[in-house]
């Protein structure tokens, strides 16, 4: 008997180990399981947010051949509201710094009611 209840709770223990965090799991951690692919989250560690890397490695999405490669983009809009700057601290923290400054082909435009978004874009300027 005490054989059988160790053996079911070393399963249920692996199952709860090995399960993958459900959208909403993800979602609720600050995470968009749709937007995350694996390769980002190996570079927490440069910006110190290595207790992140777990939970990030949960909620991606797996990299393809094609994905693994950094594509580079001439120029990108970041579109956000001031309205939504309590929701999204740190995108207000990220305008109000000098951060953007270092960024040329960054331009941020600000859209009435919207969710912060990062249109990118090529050098003609078609959104990508």
Same mark, same amino acid.
């Given at each position: 008997?005490?054989?059988?209840? &160790?053996?079911?709770?070393l399963l #249920? =223990? =692996?199952? *709860? &180990? !090995?399960?993958?965090?459900?959208?909403?799991?993800?979602?609720? =951690?600050?995470? &968009?399981?749709?937007?995350?692919?694996?390769?980002?989250? #190996? #570079?927490?560690?440069?910006?110190?947010? &290595?207790?992140?890397?777990?939970?990030?490695?949960?909620?991606? /999405?797996?990299? !393809?051949?094609?994905?693994?490669? =950094?594509?580079?983009?001439?120029?990108? +809009?970041?579109? +956000?509201? !001031?309205?939504?700057?309590?929701?999204?601290? /740190?995108?207000?923290?990220?305008?109000?710094?000098?951060?953007?400054?270092?960024?040329?082909? $960054?331009?941020?435009?600000? *859209?009435?009611g919207l969710?912060?978004? +990062?249109? $990118?874009?090529?050098?003609?300027?078609? *959104?990508?």
């Amino acid at each position: 008997m005490r054989f059988y209840i &160790i053996t079911c709770f070393l399963l #249920s =223990l =692996l199952t *709860v &180990i !090995t399960a993958e965090f459900s959208a909403e799991d993800c979602r609720e =951690l600050g995470l &968009i399981k749709s937007q995350l692919f694996c390769s980002s989250c #190996s #570079s927490l560690s440069d910006y110190g947010l &290595i207790e992140l890397k777990e939970h990030c490695l949960e909620c991606c /999405q797996k990299d !393809t051949a094609s994905d693994s490669k =950094l594509k580079v983009y001439p120029m990108a +809009v970041l579109e +956000v509201c !001031t309205c939504k700057f309590g929701a999204y601290p /740190q995108i207000q923290a990220f305008i109000k710094s000098d951060r953007p400054a270092k960024f040329p082909n $960054l331009t941020i435009k600000y *859209v009435r009611g919207l969710d912060p978004i +990062v249109k $990118l874009m090529d050098e003609q300027g078609n *959104v990508k």
